[in-house]
Nanobody
Framework: QLQLVESGGGLVQPGGSLRLSCTAS????????ITWFRQAPGKKREGIAG?????????YADSVKGRFTISRDSARNTVVYLQMNSLKPEDTAIYYC??????????????????WGQGTQVTVSS
Protein backbone atom coordinates (compact mmCIF):
# COMPACT_ATOMS: atom_id res chain seq x y z
CA GLN A 1 0.00 0.00 0.00
CA LEU A 2 1.38 3.38 -1.02
CA GLN A 3 1.15 5.91 1.77
CA LEU A 4 2.84 8.63 3.78
CA VAL A 5 2.92 8.67 7.55
CA GLU A 6 3.87 11.67 9.68
CA SER A 7 5.21 11.28 13.19
CA GLY A 8 6.99 13.28 15.86
CA GLY A 9 4.29 15.74 16.82
CA GLY A 10 3.45 16.59 20.39
CA LEU A 11 3.28 19.29 23.04
CA VAL A 12 6.25 21.62 23.40
CA GLN A 13 6.87 24.86 25.24
CA PRO A 14 7.49 28.11 23.37
CA GLY A 15 11.10 28.30 22.29
CA GLY A 16 11.39 24.53 22.15
CA SER A 17 12.09 22.17 19.28
CA LEU A 18 10.50 19.19 17.59
CA ARG A 19 11.50 17.03 14.67
CA LEU A 20 8.75 15.67 12.46
CA SER A 21 9.23 12.70 10.17
CA CYS A 22 7.44 11.91 6.93
CA THR A 23 7.89 8.25 6.04
CA ALA A 24 6.92 6.68 2.74
CA SER A 25 5.56 3.18 2.50
CA UNK A 26 5.53 1.33 -0.79
CA UNK A 27 7.66 3.87 -2.66
CA UNK A 28 10.79 5.97 -2.27
CA UNK A 29 11.48 9.65 -2.56
CA UNK A 30 13.84 9.16 -5.51
CA UNK A 31 11.18 10.51 -7.83
CA UNK A 32 9.05 12.54 -5.50
CA UNK A 33 9.35 16.01 -4.08
CA ILE A 34 8.05 16.43 -0.54
CA THR A 35 6.23 19.42 0.88
CA TRP A 36 5.22 20.03 4.47
CA PHE A 37 1.98 21.82 5.21
CA ARG A 38 0.15 22.82 8.32
CA GLN A 39 -3.38 23.76 9.19
CA ALA A 40 -4.44 25.55 12.33
CA PRO A 41 -8.06 25.54 13.52
CA GLY A 42 -10.15 27.91 11.46
CA LYS A 43 -7.31 28.66 9.05
CA LYS A 44 -6.41 27.57 5.54
CA ARG A 45 -3.80 24.92 4.93
CA GLU A 46 -0.41 26.57 4.53
CA GLY A 47 2.63 25.24 2.71
CA ILE A 48 5.69 25.78 4.88
CA ALA A 49 8.63 23.82 3.49
CA GLY A 50 9.49 21.81 0.41
CA UNK A 51 12.38 19.78 -0.93
CA UNK A 52 12.93 18.75 -4.52
CA UNK A 53 13.80 15.16 -5.42
CA UNK A 54 16.72 15.58 -7.84
CA UNK A 55 18.34 18.85 -6.83
CA UNK A 56 17.37 18.78 -3.15
CA UNK A 57 16.44 22.42 -3.51
CA UNK A 58 14.56 23.65 -0.46
CA UNK A 59 12.02 26.41 -0.04
CA TYR A 60 10.34 27.87 3.01
CA ALA A 61 7.42 30.06 3.84
CA ASP A 62 8.35 33.37 5.40
CA SER A 63 6.55 32.34 8.57
CA VAL A 64 9.09 29.56 9.28
CA LYS A 65 12.22 30.69 7.44
CA GLY A 66 15.26 30.57 9.68
CA ARG A 67 13.51 28.38 12.26
CA PHE A 68 12.49 25.25 10.33
CA THR A 69 14.67 22.99 8.22
CA ILE A 70 13.51 20.32 5.79
CA SER A 71 15.90 17.52 4.93
CA ARG A 72 16.10 13.99 3.58
CA ASP A 73 17.49 11.04 5.48
CA SER A 74 20.67 10.32 3.56
CA ALA A 75 20.62 6.64 4.44
CA ARG A 76 16.95 5.99 3.85
CA ASN A 77 15.31 7.54 0.84
CA THR A 78 11.92 7.02 2.41
CA VAL A 79 12.12 9.61 5.19
CA VAL A 80 12.01 13.39 5.11
CA TYR A 81 12.37 15.43 8.28
CA LEU A 82 11.12 18.80 9.38
CA GLN A 83 13.29 20.17 12.17
CA MET A 84 11.39 22.90 13.98
CA ASN A 85 13.26 25.21 16.32
CA SER A 86 12.28 28.32 18.26
CA LEU A 87 8.68 27.21 18.21
CA LYS A 88 5.96 29.76 18.85
CA PRO A 89 2.34 29.34 19.94
CA GLU A 90 1.29 30.35 16.43
CA ASP A 91 3.03 27.25 15.10
CA THR A 92 0.30 25.16 16.72
CA ALA A 93 -1.39 23.18 13.94
CA ILE A 94 -1.79 19.79 12.35
CA TYR A 95 1.25 19.15 10.19
CA TYR A 96 0.99 17.17 6.96
CA CYS A 97 3.45 16.01 4.34
CA UNK A 98 2.64 15.43 0.70
CA UNK A 99 4.49 13.94 -2.24
CA UNK A 100 4.40 14.92 -5.87
CA UNK A 101 6.42 13.91 -8.94
CA UNK A 102 7.11 17.51 -9.91
CA UNK A 103 8.50 19.97 -7.42
CA UNK A 104 6.70 23.29 -7.31
CA UNK A 105 8.47 25.79 -5.13
CA UNK A 106 5.39 27.88 -4.42
CA UNK A 107 4.32 25.39 -1.71
CA UNK A 108 0.71 25.77 -2.79
CA UNK A 109 -1.55 23.15 -1.17
CA UNK A 110 -3.91 23.38 -4.13
CA UNK A 111 -1.65 21.43 -6.46
CA UNK A 112 -2.50 17.86 -7.34
CA UNK A 113 -0.25 15.99 -4.91
CA UNK A 114 0.05 12.24 -5.40
CA UNK A 115 0.07 11.30 -1.71
CA TRP A 116 -0.88 12.95 1.56
CA GLY A 117 -0.21 11.81 5.07
CA GLN A 118 -2.83 11.77 7.81
CA GLY A 119 -1.20 14.55 9.80
CA THR A 120 0.43 14.93 13.19
CA GLN A 121 -0.59 17.45 15.86
CA VAL A 122 1.92 20.03 17.07
CA THR A 123 0.94 22.13 20.06
CA VAL A 124 3.14 24.93 21.33
CA SER A 125 2.03 26.07 24.73
CA SER A 126 3.36 26.81 28.19
Amino acid sequence: QLQLVESGGGLVQPGGSLRLSCTASGFTFDDYAITWFRQAPGKKREGIAGIASLTARTDYADSVKGRFTISRDSARNTVVYLQMNSLKPEDTAIYYCAAMRWYLSDLDPGHDYDFWGQGTQVTVSS
